[in-house]
Nanobody, 124 residues
Framework: QVQLVESGGGLVQAGGSLSLSCSASGRAFSTYTLGWFRQAPGKAREFVASIPWSGATYYEDSVKGRFTISRDNAENMVYLQMNSLKPEDTAVYYC??????????????????WGQGTQVTVSS
């Protein structure tokens, strides 16, 4: 069992930056594939980025070059650095974890555990 808690959301102007953090509790954190998703009002939850324990990273096309996912296995943490934010990035951002090495996974049904979400609002 893994419990995930996000932090770091907030309000920022377009072009600004925010850093999200996700703290995980539970055993064998280093073996999980970790991901970030987001959900805007009235829309389905969508993939943002993922990082398996191998350290490879995967991104949704609209955030490539602007967002960076990273993890610290010693601290049981996963991060999402968001730069050059746009109003369309406004959403609730969720941290997620999937058991095992799952490179490239990007659908909600492939992740086993979810955080409660943190709001990111980008004003124009």
């Amino acid at each position: 069992q893994v419990q995930l808690v996000e932090s770091g959301g907030g309000l920022v102007q377009a072009g600004g930056s925010l850093s999200l953090s996700c703290s995980a509790s539970g055993r064998a954190f280093s073996t999980y594939t970790l991901g970030w998703f987001r959900q805007a009002p009235g829309k389905a939850r969508e993939f943002v980025a993922s990082i398996p324990w191998s350290g490879a990273t995967y991104y949704e096309d609209s955030v490539k070059g602007r967002f960076t996912i990273s993890r610290d296995n010693a601290e049981n943490m996963v991060y999402l650095q968001m730069n050059s934010l746009k109003p369309e990035d406004t959403a609730v951002y969720y941290c997620a974890a999937a058991r095992g090495l799952r490179p490239g996974i990007r659908t909600t049904n492939t992740f086993n555990y979810w955080g409660q979400g943190t709001q990111v609002t980008v004003s124009s």
